[in-house]
T-cell receptor, first 118, second 116 residues
Framework: AQSVAQPEDQVNVAEGNPLTVKCTYS??????LFWYVQYPNRGLQFLLK??????LVKGSYGFEAEFNKSQTSFHLKKPSALVSDSALYFC????????????????FGGGTRVLVKP | KAGVTQTPRYLIKTRGQQVTLSCSPI?????VSWYQQTPGQGLQFLFE???????NKGNFPGRFSGRQFSNSRSEMNVSTLELGDSALYLC???????????????FGPGTRLTVL
């Protein structure tokens, strides 16, 4: 079975400082990894994904993530955080097995609340 | 393109009732997935439909069911509601087809269901 862990329930960072949100995963096979962000009373918004290739993935709103196969991690980063980045962040994994076995099922981590203070 | 839309946005029901939630995917998307979000359990996969067929199902009781229509619109139904069914129900659509499962999913704003 696949699982995703986000070890920090909350991350506090000052505006302008680097932001890191941690994610580790456990799967059998090669994972597809995703980051989503959720603002209050809203659905999830896609930030970025890792499928294959370059381990450093760039996404929306200045976010990037680094895939590390040996550490089974996919940490989300932003060089300079903004107050508007305050939200709930979710890491998710999908393992493509077969059309029937996997489909589009995403397994999510528990979420990390990011608070960026001015 | 219009995003994923879900109706209604808010619902209040009482235990024992049933409820139907609706989701309209992004135009051209044939895959629709449903997720339940609660403070205690987080985001959990309910089921996925592709071309009117249920392709995958999560670990939820049979009270939770769904279907997809020929225009890709989807509905999910919860019968005999329990207090624990109170949650935000999110629908997501994807352009992924048969074996392409690397496409991202686009989520709707959700339906907030409260069971009293």
């Amino acid at each position: 079975a696949q699982s995703v862990a986000q070890p920090e329930d909350q991350v506090n960072v000052a505006e302008g400082n680097p932001l890191t949100v941690k994610c580790t995963y456990s799967v059998s096979g090669n994972p597809y990894l995703f980051w989503y962000v959720q603002y209050p009373n809203r659905g999830l918004q896609f930030l970025l994904k890792y499928i294959t290739g370059d381990n450093l993935v760039k996404g929306s709103y200045g976010f990037e993530a680094e895939f590390n196969k040996s550490q089974t991690s996919f940490h989300l980063k932003k060089p300079s955080a903004l107050v508007s980045d305050s939200a709930l962040y979710f890491c998710a994994v999908r393992v493509p097995l077969s059309w029937q076995a996997a489909g589009n099922k995403l397994t999510f981590g528990g979420g990390t609340r990011v608070l960026v203070k001015p | 393109k219009a995003g994923v839309t879900q109706t209604p946005r808010y619902l209040i029901k009482t235990r024992g009732q049933q409820v139907t939630l609706s989701c309209s995917p992004i135009s051209g998307h044939r895959s629709v997935s449903w997720y339940q979000q609660t403070p205690g359990q987080g985001l959990q996969f309910l089921f996925e439909y592709f071309s009117e067929t249920q392709r995958n199902k999560g670990n939820f009781p049979g009270r939770f069911s769904g279907r997809q229509f020929s225009n890709s619109r989807s509905e999910m139904n919860v019968s005999t509601l329990e207090l624990g069914d109170s949650a935000l129900y999110l629908c997501a659509s994807s352009s992924a087809s048969g074996t392409e499962t690397y496409n991202e999913q686009f989520f709707g704003p959700g339906t907030r269901l409260t069971v009293l």
